[in-house]
């Protein structure tokens, strides 16, 4: 499939597990959202299971992962890696992305996080339901985002379905709008205006595929995945969209309690470009990592912070050297997910 063609129909709701795109270690599941509160139709969400040899899940620990915008779980070394420690690797691809977009729907267009709460929970329980748990939640970009916000209210509003959590993995959370500080400001206010009125108008700026080219195989990257699911210069964004991410952002900066240990890997570098040049490959080239290292305190009360040097924003699709730096520090950091209280930059910088 090229970049630009209609998404593949998904299995239909109620069908069960099914063969995934991914391949025979992989199997999917839709998962029937009903009708979608902004007004695009029925919405499914796609549960995606790592299934190696066709086993059934064992009963035991588990990782429930959520994709970033422009996005989809592909990731085949990241499931791996769990299964590699005795976890059953589990993700969620979102309405509206990726396994989940349907026909005539705007990409990963949403305009309240907190809708992100059904399918969430709808996944959680499937997970504990084959598993027994407790499960990890892991998540990328402005999947940090909407997990964070989401286990907090879990935690306020559903002590039984919390108590199931071991901890948050985040990789790359996206926790600020990066940019000029009036984008912060006055840009807020119209972006909430617009989306309000006119929540699928499109942001009037070209995004970049400079982190695209790099990642992907086509061009000067070593990753294959689908590029109808993560164009290379990614969906367009929407007012309403941004305006929701906004409203989070603004929940997450006055403060979070997820209620369990968190992990928040990031770049120590940030490289705005509008074009692929090589020093792409060693930055995050889509998040300001400063504004990363400032907000991840407002996570909880026991967060480790940890700068990958020369890592990607995607820290996990990174080059080798960088890519196994951020997998050691996962690895540790779940020998010991109890060890730290407050936060911990391993640069030093205030989070």
Not at 104 to 116: F, M, R, S, V
Not at 133 to 161: K, N, Q
Not at 303 to 322: K, M, N, Q, W, Y
């Amino acid at each position: 499939m090229v970049e630009g063609t209609e998404p593949p129909a998904g299995p239909a709701a109620g069908t069960g597990w099914q063969p995934d795109i991914l391949g025979p270690d992989y199997r999917s599941l839709t998962i029937d959202l009903g009708r979608d509160p902004d007004d695009e139709g029925d919405i499914v969400a796609t549960l995606v299971r790592h299934t190696p040899t066709g086993a059934e899940p064992p009963p035991g620990p588990a990782v429930l992962y959520v994709h970033g915008f422009t996005d989809y779980f592909f990731q085949r070394p990241l499931a791996e890696f769990f299964d590699d420690r005795g976890f059953t690797f589990y993700a969620l691809d979102l309405r509206k992305c990726g396994r989940s977009l349907r026909e005539g729907q705007t990409p990963h267009y949403i305009t309240d996080l907190e809708a992100y709460d059904t399918e969430l929970g709808a996944a959680l329980d499937r997970v504990i339901a084959e598993t027994g748990g407790p499960v990890l939640v892991a998540a990328h970009s402005t999947g940090g985002l909407i997990t964070a916000l989401w286990l907090d209210r879990l935690r306020r509003t559903d002590a039984e379905r919390h108590a199931r959590i071991s901890g948050l993995a985040l990789n790359s959370p996206w926790f600020d709008l990066q940019g000029e500080a009036y984008l912060r400001s006055v840009g807020t206010v119209l972006v909430n205006a617009v989306g309000k009125v006119d929540g699928t108008r499109v942001v009037p700026k070209e995004l970049s595929q400079a982190y695209g080219e790099s990642i992907h195989r086509s061009v000067h990257g070593e990753w294959d995945y689908d590029l109808a699911f993560k164009p290379l210069t990614g969906f367009p964004v929407t007012f309403g969209f941004l305006s929701a991410v906004r409203h989070g952002h603004a929940r997450l900066h006055r403060g979070l309690d997820v209620g369990v240990p968190s992990l928040v890997l990031r770049s120590d570098a940030t490289l705005f470009t509008g074009s692929y040049r090589p020093e792409v490959d060693r930055a995050d080239a889509v998040l300001d990592v400063a504004q990363i290292a400032r907000w991840s305190g407002c996570v909880g009360k026991r967060v480790t912070v940890v700068p990958i040097p020369g890592a990607r924003h995607d820290v996990f699709l990174s080059l080798t050297e960088p890519r196994e730096a951020a997998y050691r520090e996962l690895d540790r950091w779940l020998s010991a997910t109890t060890r730290s209280v407050g936060v911990v930059d391993s640069e030093g910088a205030s989070a």
